[in-house]
C-alpha cells in the first residue's frame, strides 16, 4: 500500500481511465461497493466453471464444482468436500 491506497497494476486501461474508475468507486455507497464486489466474485466463478467444463468436458457438474472449489480454497477443502459427499453417497 501507499498513501492508504492499494496498487494495482493495470495494463489494459489508461491513466485517466483508471483514475474515472477510482473517482466512481469512491462515490458508491458501501452497500453499492459491497454488491459490485459480490457481482464481481460471482462472475470470476462463473468464468472459472466454464473453463473447467471445457478443460474437463467428461466431468459432472458435481465434479467441476469440487475443482472450483480446490481453486478456490485449496486442496485441502477440496478433500474434505470429497469426504463428506462419500459419506453422504456411498
Do not use: W
Not at 473517482?23 to 464481481?40: D, G, N
Request: one cysteine or more; glycine letters at 4%.
Amino acid at each position: 500500500m501507499h498513501n492508504g491506497e492499494a496498487s494495482v497494476k493495470q495494463t489494459d486501461s489508461s491513466a485517466k481511465a483508471r483514475a474515472r474508475q477510482l473517482q466512481l468507486f469512491r462515490e458508491m455507497s458501501p452497500q453499492e461497493r459491497l454488491e459490485l464486489a459480490l457481482s464481481m466474485s460471482e462472475s470470476t466463478r462463473e468464468l472459472s466453471l466454464t473453463g473447467l467444463q471445457k478443460l474437463h468436458p467428461d466431468e459432472s457438474d458435481l465434479q467441476l464444482r469440487i475443482r472450483l472449489a480446490a481453486l478456490l480454497y485449496g486442496a485441502t477443502a477440496q478433500a474434505r468436500i470429497t469426504a463428506a459427499l462419500a459419506r453422504r453417497c456411498p
